[in-house]
């Protein structure tokens, strides 16, 4: 008889990072980093100057181990800001899973490019407007 194997995920196990924009600059801001929890659905953001691996580590440090504790995975697009030596050192250094979604197997990303469209839905007229500052207020009440 074959043996099942099971995988355990709990919430806060697996993050997806991907970064949005560039936008009109907005108080110096161009991207956003969002972080997506495939779990819960939870999304943070951390709005930047430019979309790089520093940002990402950021992102890990300072809002993401210390509110949610350390993630077994993070999964990403093989963009350079994503697959630099830095953030692979940062990954390996907490024992945290990098997986990297290929553009042919959009599967892998789904989730947190679903969440990104949403957020454009929602933000269009504010975007056009306000700006940076506009929509990280809609992400807050995503």
Known sequence: ?????????????VWGF?????FSKSNGYTHILVAFDYVTKWVEAMPTSSADH?????MLKEVIFP???VPRYVMTDGGSHFIHGA????????????RIAYPYHPQSSGQVELSNREIKLTSRQPMQSHGLVQLMSILHEY
């Open 1 to 13: 008889m074959p043996m099942n194997y099971s995988l355990v995920i709990e919430p806060f196990d």
């Open 18 to 22: 991907d970064y949005m924009g560039p």
């Open 54 to 58: 520093n940002t990402s580590i950021r």
């Open 67 to 69: 509110r949610f504790g």
């Open 87 to 98: 953030l692979h050192k940062t990954l390996a250094k907490y024992d945290v899973n990098h």
